[in-house]
C-alpha cells in the first residue's frame, strides 16, 4: 500500500501481525538477511548489526524477523538472492512506525548512496564536536 503524500513510503502487512518478512524468491541461491545499519565501514561500506530470524523455511521461501527486534528511527539493510545470474537485491529502509496491533509497519525507503554520504557526515562532524568540548573545558 503506498502513501500518496511520499512516494519513498510504504506500508508493510506484518507477517501474523508481528513478522516482518523478508521478500525471498529463490531459496535455492542463497539465504537472505536483515541488518541494522550503525554506520560507515571502509571495507564492507556499512557497520551492520545482522538480526537473527525467528523462522526460515528455504522449501517455503520464508524468512521471518520480529519486529521486537527493530527499531523506530533506525536504518536497515535487506538483501535477497535473485538467481545465480543477477545480483541480490538490496533494499534500505528507516522504520517510521510499528503496529503490531494492526500489524503494520510503515517504513520509508532510502537511496544507498545518501546513506553512505550521511554516515560519513555524521562521522566527520563527530570527531569536531568532541575536540570543541574538550578546548571548552580546559
Known sequence: MENENNENMDVIE?????????????????????????????????????????????????????????????????????????????????ILQIDTESGKMTIEYLDKKNLVLSFKEMEEIKPNNEAKKEASTE
Request: aromatic letters at 18%; zero cysteines; a positive charge.
Open 14 to 94: 506484518l507477517e501474523r501481525g508481528k513478522y516482518y518478512e523478508v521478500p525471498w524468491r529463490n531459496g535455492k541461491v542463497g539465504i537472505p538477511y536483515v541488518a541494522k545499519i550503525e554506520g560507515s565501514d571502509e571495507r564492507y561500506g556499512f557497520k551492520r548489526k545482522f538480526l537473527k530470524p525467528v523462522f526460515v523455511d528455504r522449501k517455503n521461501e520464508e524468512y521471518l524477523i520480529d519486529v521486537k527486534d527493530m527499531e523506530i528511527g533506525a536504518i536497515y539493510e535487506v538483501r535477497y538472492p535473485r538467481s545465480w545470474k543477477h545480483p541480490d537485491v538490496r533494499i534500505y529502509f528507516q
